[in-house]
Every structure is written in structure tokens, then in C-alpha cells.
């Protein structure tokens, strides 16, 4: 059974750094997608970044280019989120989850779909001086 561990939110001054990690397990399949996803109170669910595990190919939402930094540990089956420029808009529960989509750009768009689909349980991440 696919599972997915978040780890590394906090609180962080703005400006500051965090770098959050996804450990996967339980993955048969050769070709995957981990994304992270956000959601802070009152707001709906977005995409932040998601990444490939075959060829790394990798999608942003404009809100976090430039600051934001998804990369992949195929050997460990980790994926991170370095978190760079924090600001306070940034403040939500963060969420990994993995999925085989069509594209990278559409399982950040709309999020696990198919039976293969599965969530971490979110990590706390507050930018706040």
C-alpha cells in the first residue's frame, strides 16, 4: 500500500527558509508523480510544485517560481520542497501526494485522480515575524 510521510513545516520568519520532505513507500509502479500541495484556512487547495520520478520533470505554480525548489531522491524515495523567500501568504498545511498522471503539469492542476492516488497527512508551515 503507497504510503507518504511529510516532515520538516515549522514556523519561519519572512524571508526565512524551510525544507520539507516527502518519504514514499509502497510504490510498484516505475513511473509516478509526487506533488506538494497547500491549503490555508478558508482558502481553496492549490498546487505548489510537482515533480516526475522517471525523467524529473518538474511544474511550479507562478505563486512559488522563483522561490521554491522541488527535487527528488529516487534511491531514498524522498521528494523535498526547499522554501526559500517565505512569506507570510505562504502560511498553510502542506500536503505531498503521488499519483500517475498524464502530465506533471496536470496533477498539480487538479490533484491525485485515479485509484493509484494517495495523500500524505500535511505538515504545518506559519511565516510569521
Known amino acids: 500500500q503507497l504510503q507518504l510521510v511529510e516532515s520538516g513545516g515549522g514556523l519561519v520568519q519572512p524571508g526565512g527558509s524551510l525544507r520539507l520532505s516527502c518519504a514514499a513507500s509502497g510504490f510498484t509502479k516505475s513511473y509516478y508523480v509526487i506533488g506538494w500541495f497547500r491549503q490555508a484556512p478558508g482558502k481553496e487547495r492549490e498546487g505548489v510544485s510537482c515533480i516526475s520520478s522517471s525523467d524529473g520533470t518538474t511544474y511550479y505554480a507562478n505563486s512559488v517560481k522563483g522561490r521554491f525548489t522541488i527535487s527528488r531522491d529516487n534511491a531514498k524515495n524522498t521528494v523535498y520542497l526547499q522554501m526559500n523567500s517565505l512569506k507570510p501568504e505562504d502560511t498553510a498545511v502542506y500536503y505531498c501526494?503521488?499519483?500517475?498522471?498524464?502530465?506533471?503539469?496536470?496533477?498539480?492542476?487538479?490533484?491525485?485522480?485515479?485509484?493509484?492516488?494517495?495523500w500524505g497527512q500535511g505538515t504545518q508551515v506559519t511565516v510569521s515575524s
Open positions: 501526494a503521488a499519483d500517475r498522471p498524464n502530465s506533471v503539469q496536470a496533477m498539480c492542476v487538479v490533484g491525485p485522480l485515479s485509484d493509484f492516488g494517495s
